[in-house]
Every structure is written in C-alpha cells, then in structure tokens.
C-alpha cells in the first residue's frame, strides 16, 4: 500500500485512500506543480496481466481520452512504471449519486436534472463510437455545484468491437440495470442497451428502488425480458409513459435519444451542453503506447518515427484495380449500408512519391495536423474536434506506371465535406493533374 506523503513520478503527492478494488486502489492526491486536487488510480500491472486484463485496461485508457465532457470524469494523464500504471483523473468531491438515492428518493425536478445530464454525457459518448455498459447511479457521480459525472469505463466498449453482424455480444454489466438483449446472448446495440439503464437509473431516482428487483436473479432477468415493471402512484403520468419507452424490452422500438430529447417531460428546464474540446490525440496516444510497451516496442517505435518519406513505398495499381475504382463499376452499395460507406476522393499525379508525402507533410504542418507513414499510405489527424471527433484522412498512393501515380484519399472521421475541401487544396498546390 503506497504511503501517504509519497510524491508519484515526481508530479503528485498521495493523499487518503478513496477506495479500492481487486486490481486497482483510488487516492486522493495533489499535483505538485499547480496544487489542483486529483483522483489517482493505482493499477497492478502483474494482476492485471495474470488475469489476461491488459487489453481491458488498454480499452479504458483510450475510451477516457475519447470523451473530454463536462459530464463525465476527466483523465488527465497515464503514467506507468514496470510495475504499476497511474491514472491521474479529475476529483470528483461529492461522492457518488447512489449515496444521495440511499438516502430517499429524489425530487422530480432534481431526477430530471440528473437524467438530462446523464443523456447529454451518454449521447456525447455514443457519437464517438463509445458504449459504456455499466450505467448505473454508483457509477454516476456529483461535482460541487451538485452536476453528474459520468464515471468508470471499465465495460466499456468501442464501435470496432462490434462483430460484422454490427453488435455487441459481450455479456456484461450490473444485473439489475442490463438491458434484456445483453442477457439474450444473442448481439445487442450499444447505444440502445445504455438506453435502458438510463430508462433503470430514472425510475431509481423517482422511486428509490429498482424497478425489476428480486431475490431470484432468474426470476428478475424474467422480468426484465418482459419488460414487467410497476410504476408507484407518486409518479406523473408524463414519467411514467416516458419510462415505458425507455424500459421497452424490445430494443427496435425503444425510443431513441433524438426523441428522449424531444420529450416535453425531458425538456423542462434543459439546457444544451456546451463544451470545448481541448483533448491532444498525439499525446493520448502516447499515453496509451508508453503504459504498456516493452523495450522492443519503444526501439521499433523509434525507428519508424525516424524513417524518411522515401520509404513510403506505393503500392501497384492493375488494370482491374482502375476499373473497380471506377464510379460506373463501383459495387459497394451491394454490400454496404450508407452508414459503412466513407468519403473518398482521388487524383492522379506526374510527381514522385517524394514530393506527394513532402506536400502532404507541408500541408499537416499548416493545418496542426499529426502525421504517420507506413507502406504506402499517410495518415493525417486533424487537431481541432468536431461532434464525431477529429478529422482523420488517409492518403494512399499507388504506382500505375513509373511516371503515373494515384493517390486516393479516405475520411475515417467527419463528413465528405471536410475530406472535399482537403481535396481541393491539394488541387491548389499543384500535385492533382486529373484535370489535365
């Protein structure tokens, strides 16, 4: 057990224990520089590994850098030893929402407030490809001024966890608050499955016990794939046809939060959230890399940031390959939804592999824009944050002959239009010579 008084890395003195878990303990700790009050999260990095959590771990770190939200807990930095890893978070001063319901059940206008602050937080993840599965009030937790904090991302998941069928099929979560597809077994929607535990967590708030509670947990899990639940008197009829859309056991017509937010009951009092986004995706990255690589990891990542822009090699582009990138013989509407599809854009150049990674280099520079080069294409990520995130754009250059080359781009993030305007840039700078 860390003593109280140790500085860690040199940037945070310890304070009390917070709390602890199997393979992690929570502290109470004050950054040495700036004396700003933080959470530190002490995980063991041989449990974790024996128990085969690392990638778990891994999952969390990158999720909390994805979602910088006023409702939901900050984590500011990740730092590692070889023998343990350090989250340095936001404090959150005011326990958790579950001690507050212990306590009785709340007033409607404060349960409202709650959920409004919740969805927000929910919604906001949900647009990054993040699903929480495990919503429930302790994992909810009250700043000062008395706002909700979305907390733990322990079960969380990313939308390329998703099987090709597009769902989830890990069963996980708290028993009382999964939604009856997650126990089924048989693939679930995230974001529809955080729906219902939002749907558990309101009637929570407005009642004071759960909804489907019993002391046989098969006998609740009967319950909840029936979606049998009764509302008591005290709650208005708005709430309680509100919690019956919520708490609809079959998802495809649980109601959405596009039309949660339009709710008249919902609306009361609600207030947009706004935010900046102020997240660095070079250093969260890093944060993540550094946590758990090994030396020959770090050697390697060394050698391919000191690599030259004349190791890109293109690849060769066959006759077959022109024509299936041909719009009249494009196919993919065969097989993709519109959703699947991603923006795209090529043009065709007479000037070497040296000077297209040299340009699109100059152009990351002028744009803050993070840049990585591996066998043929360039990937540029874009610093400044939109609803879905940063604009990521990946060029790949293919060789039709010596002195002809393609280079194709590919937005991984934002809309067609973002992807357009780079396109048109590059048109400016002299490299596209598609209109020749």
């Known amino acids: 057990m860390e003593k109280r008084g140790t500085v860690l890395m040199q940037r945070y003195e310890l304070g009390r ?48 850098r994805l979602v910088h939200h006023p409702n939901i807990v900050q984590l500011y930095e990740v730092m590692a030893t070889k023998t ?25 206008d404060v349960a409202r407030k709650y959920l409004q602050q919740l969805i927000a937080a929910v919604d906001f993840c949900h647009s990054r490809g993040v699903y929480h599965r495990d919503l429930k009030p302790e994992n909810l937790l009250l700043d000062e001024k008395g706002d909700l904090k979305v907390s733990d991302f322990g079960l969380s998941a ?12 890990t069963t996980c979560g708290t028993p009382a608050y999964v939604a009856p597809e997650v126990i089924t077994k048989k693939g679930y929607d995230g974001s529809k499955a955080d729906i219902w535990s939002c749907g558990v967590i309101l009637f929570v708030l407005l009642a004071g016990y759960l909804p489907f509670h019993d002391s046989n947990i098969i006998e609740m899990y ?11 008197y005290w709650f208005p009829s708005e709430v309680k046809k509100l919690l019956a859309r919520l708490l609809d056991p079959n998802p495809t017509t649980r109601i959405t939060i596009c039309k949660l937010i339009d709710n008249p009951w ?21 944060d993540v890399r550094e946590a758990f690589a090994s030396d020959a990891d770090e050697e390697e990542e060394k050698k391919q940031a000191t690599s030259s822009s004349s190791s890109i090699r293109p690849a060769s582009l066959n006759a077959f390959d022109i024509i299936s990138r041909s719009s009249s013989f494009d196919l993919s509407g065969l097989f993709e939804g519109e959703k699947d599809r991603r923006a795209e854009a090529r043009f065709a150049t007479q000037k070497p592999t040296e000077a297209i990674v040299s340009k699109l280099e100059e152009i990351a520079r002028t744009e803050r824009f993070r840049v990585e080069k591996k066998d043929g294409v360039v990937k540029l990520e874009g610093s400044h944050e939109g609803r879905k995130g940063q604009l990521a754009v990946e060029a790949e250059i293919f060789e ?14 934002e809309s067609h239009i973002s992807i357009n305007q780079h396109y048109i840039r590059f048109k400016r700078i002299g490299l596209d010579q598609s209109d020749k």
Do not use: W
Not at 222 to 232: A, Q, V, W, Y
């Open 17 to 64: 224990l917070l709390g602890q878990g199997t393979f992690a303990k929570v502290y109470h700790a004050r950054n040495v520089a700036t004396g700003l009050a933080v959470a530190i999260k002490i995980i063991d990095k041989e449990k974790v590994l024996r128990v085969g959590m690392i990638d778990q771990i891994k999952r969390e770190i990158s999720v909390m």
């Open 158 to 169: 990313l939308g390329a966890s998703r099987r090709q069928d597009g769902l989830l099929h």
């Open 266 to 286: 919902f609306r009361k009092g609600y207030r947009a959230v706004n935010h900046k986004l102020q997240m660095k995706r070079d250093e969260s990255l890093r």
């Open 84 to 108: 343990k890893i350090y989250f340095a978070m936001e404090y959150v001063r005011g326990g958790e929402l579950f001690n507050k319901v212990a306590k009785g059940r709340l007033k409607e």
């Open 400 to 413: 039709v002959t010596p002195a002809l080359y393609v280079v194709e781009f590919i937005s991984i993030m």
């Open 222 to 232: 009967r319950k909840t794939s029936r979606g049998e639940f009764k509302c008591p």
